[in-house]
């Protein structure tokens, strides 16, 4: 897989962003090619449906005629049953660091090499979005960043939490966190937080809750993706992670070419 499960991005709502239209693809011969480019890097694709719901898959194959899609279906049955009665599958990945999120419609069953698949119509646009504003950092799991959070707890009045860093930016962050053992809330604001960055002191912010969104892992495993963005953050606290983000890029680039 071209990347982790946990580093799938929250989806753009393309009717409310009006800045992204110039990256929309809309060009038959573009979106086969792009969507060919998914299947042979087996990009790993966040699939977003109803209401907060979501699942782990990944494109298989295009039709001979170019016309129908295949991708893998859900392991849980009560997830695939949605996904077949949603109105649309939001699929949303990433390749090189470059968003790609696109919708299908009219979804369909079938079996394939002894799995369940799903089938539905090429899309008649994607979203191709490279922007420098846009870029989040996803974080290797070898370093083993934390953000530890002090929220109000399901059964207890306060309780702290430490949930594995997904992704960073300037802006804000991305946390995986199990379900049920806090109350998030999007709008609240989150005081006393710690971010816990390799190599580098723990820093004290507040975060602001932006979104919430329920991810299946390949296990099954349900978590939380809690995308956060920060509050007042000091430029102190700022250039300690525009620097992790430097020298993470700059060591992943030095493995790509050989260097490391």
Same mark, same amino acid.
């Given at each position: ?36 480019e998914l299947i042979d ?8 449906? +109803?209401?907060? +719901?979501?699942?782990l898959t990944a494109l ?49 069953? +079938?079996?394939?090499?002894? $799995? ?20 989040? @950092? ?17 059964? /207890? ?5 430490? +949930? ?10 991305? #946390?995986?966190?199990p379900p049920d053992v ?14 816990? @960055? ?6 004290? #912010?507040? #975060? ?5 969104? $329920? ?22 606290? /700022? ?12 060591? $992943? ?8």
């Open positions: 897989m071209t990347m982790n499960a946990e580093n799938t991005p929250a989806p753009i709502d393309t009717d409310r962003d009006d800045t992204v239209a110039k990256f929309v693809l809309s060009g038959r011969r573009q979106i086969r090619q792009l969507l060919q890097r087996h990009a790993l694709i966040g699939g977003h449906f +109803g209401s907060g +719901g979501s699942f298989l194959e295009l039709s001979d005629d170019e016309e129908t899609i295949t991708l893998d279906a859900s392991p849980d049955p009560e997830t695939h049953r949605r996904v077949l009665s949603a109105s649309k599958l939001l699929c949303v990945t990433q390749l090189d660091r470059i968003r790609i999120q696109f919708a299908l419609h009219d979804l369909d069953e +079938g079996r394939q090499d002894g $799995r369940n698949v799903l089938y539905a119509p090429v899309p008649t646009e994607m979203l191709r979005l490279q922007r420098r504003d846009a870029f989040r @950092l996803p974080v290797p799991l070898s370093h083993a960043a934390t953000c530890l959070i002090r929220t109000k707890g399901v059964a /207890e009045p306060k309780v702290e939490v430490v +949930g594995r860093l997904l992704d960073v930016s300037v802006g804000g962050i991305a #946390l995986q966190l806090a109350e998030f809330v999007i709008g609240s604001r989150l005081e006393d937080c710690q971010l816990r @960055l390799p190599n580098i002191d723990p820093i004290p #912010l507040q #975060l602001r809750v932006c979104n919430i969104s $329920r991810q299946e892992q390949r296990s099954g495993a349900l978590m939380l993706r809690i995308g956060m963005s920060f509050a007042d953050l000091p430029r102190s606290a /700022e250039n300690a992670i525009q620097r992790y983000i430097f020298n993470t890029e700059r060591e $992943r680039n030095a493995r790509e070419r050989g260097g490391l």
